[in-house]
């Protein structure tokens, strides 16, 4: 019977390091966001804002058409007092995906820096965001 309850014991803590190590890899609530494309320079015509949380690791995928000769991307935080930088300009001649870390940010809106050559192009963001 002591056998049986020591068993018993080592798989209960094995169980529950699992559930814990499970746990503790599982990836961050996040809040994705797709923007209208766009085809000249400027900022998107809308802007993502997140009520309940700042992600401040961010993940840019940037769908390019009409293969530009230049162009640059740059992911902005918004807040009542305007917008800002957070990514630096981008090189988005082809699609491309790049990720910024430790910038909270409630707002997010993105800003085509350069655009030009090509036929028609435009760029598209697709992001992420994740809140730790």
Not at 45 to 52: I, L
Not at 101 to 119: H, K
Request: glycine share 8%.
């Amino acid at each position: 019977m002591k056998n049986i309850a020591i068993v018993f014991i080592i798989a209960l803590v094995c169980l529950v390091g699992s559930l814990l190590c499970i746990a503790g890899t599982q990836a961050p609530p996040t809040l994705s966001w797709n923007f209208a494309a766009q085809n000249a320079v400027g900022a998107t015509s809308d802007m993502a804002c997140f009520p309940n949380g700042y992600p401040s690791r961010h993940t840019v995928s940037l769908v390019v058409t009409g293969t530009p000769a230049t162009c640059t991307y740059s992911l902005m935080s918004c807040d009542n007092a305007g917008c800002y930088d957070i990514s630096g300009p981008q090189a988005c001649t082809a699609s491309v995906q790049f990720s910024v870390d430790q910038r909270p940010a409630r707002c997010i809106e993105g800003y085509v820096d350069t655009l030009t050559g090509g036929s028609s192009p435009t760029v598209q963001m697709n992001y992420t965001g994740a809140l730790r």
